[in-house]
Antibody
Framework: QIQLVQSGPELKKPGESVKISCKASGYTFTDYAMHWVKQAPGKGLKWMGW????????TYADDFKGRFVFSLEASASTANLQISNLKNEDTATYFC???????WGQGTLVTVSS | DVVLTQTPPTLSATIGQSVSISCRSSQSLLHSNGNTYLNWLLQRPGQPPQLLIY???RLESGVPNRFSGSGSGTDFTLKISGVEAEDLGVYYCVQSTHAPDTFGAGTKLELK
């Protein structure tokens, strides 16, 4: 069956970096794009962007340009999200989701606190 | 960016009641290829979202047929015909016709 399994929760200090992974299984990884979605505590969903898993080309929403990087380890069927220079407002659960939002990872909680 | 306005923000229902959620878009979601990329998701407490409806009215595999979607252009509706306890949570509409993808603010379905 199709699964997206994300890495575990992270506790970071402001200014640090974090890398979240999303490992796909049950389908051909390069056939479907991967999206990233942010959900701040108690808030709604915000689309961060997506990565073409065939070419590796990322597309970022305006609010996520600069400190956010989408990458791939295609041989491992894994998509990654790296956030640098963390700020308190980056505290959120981050989800990966396959094309059409048909399949979602379980979410990774990133807490940024001094 | 396309703004999706969901109403109501909160919905109270009894088990068995039929309810509807509205999603209105700031611009038409009809793509030049003839498709309308408007989906509905349900997020249960503590869970990732789950796809219910895609392309306005197509039921995702495994989703009960008490869920239905309708609409066109800028006005869309999700209907639940006979709410069950497992339907409680937050419902989101999401559009992918125009970049960037955008989500509605959500409608919380509660038990009355």
């Amino acid at each position: 069956q199709i699964q997206l399994v994300q890495s575990g929760p992270e506790l970071k200090k402001p200014g640090e970096s974090v890398k979240i992974s999303c490992k796909a299984s049950g389908y051909t990884f390069t056939d479907y794009a991967m999206h990233w979605v942010k959900q701040a505590p108690g808030k709604g969903l915000k689309w961060m962007g997506w990565i073409n898993t065939y070419t590796g080309k990322p597309t970022y929403a305006d609010d996520f340009k600069g400190r956010f990087v989408f990458s791939l380890e295609a041989s491992a069927s894994t998509a990654n999200l790296q956030i640098s220079n963390l700020k308190n407002e980056d505290t959120a659960t981050y989800f990966c989701a396959r094309t059409r939002f048909a399949y979602w990872g379980q979410g990774t909680l990133v807490t940024v606190s001094s | 960016d396309v703004v999706l306005t969901q109403t109501p923000p909160t919905l109270s229902a009894t088990i068995g009641q039929s309810v509807s959620i509205s999603c209105r878009s700031s611009q038409s979601l009809l793509h030049s290829n003839g498709n309308t990329y408007l989906n509905w998701l349900l997020q249960r407490p503590g869970q990732p979202p789950q796809l219910l409806i895609y392309l306005v009215s197509r039921l995702e595999s495994g989703v009960p047929n008490r869920f239905s979607g309708s609409g066109s252009g800028t006005d869309f509706t999700l209907k639940i015909s006979g709410v069950e306890a497992e339907d409680l949570g937050v419902y989101y509409c999401v559009q992918s016709t125009h970049a960037p993808d955008t989500f509605g603010a959500g409608t919380k379905l509660e038990l009355k």
